[in-house]
């Protein structure tokens, strides 16, 4: 689960719901609701899959 940084907003999404994208100062989702940018840390596995994790604060 991922929840949008933005504080009035503060919604909650699955990975699937989401987009990552790299926006030349490392990985984002933006929040569909608010369109707030909130930063990810990719993982890629040795079969070369990618997950991402929500960066703590």
């Known amino acids: 689960m991922y929840t949008c940084r933005n504080q009035p907003c503060g919604a909650q999404w699955e990975a699937s ?3 990552f994208k790299n ?3 490392g990985v984002f989702f933006r929040c569909p609701l608010c ?3 909130n ?3 990719e993982h890629t596995a ?3 899959t990618r997950t ?3 960066e703590r604060r």
Request: a negative charge; charged letters at 45%; zero cysteines.
């Open 46 to 48: 040795e079969d070369g």
């Open 52 to 54: 991402y994790e929500q």
């Open 17 to 19: 719901d989401l987009e």
């Open 23 to 25: 926006e030349g100062q």
């Open 35 to 37: 369109g707030s940018r």
């Open 39 to 41: 930063k990810v840390v």
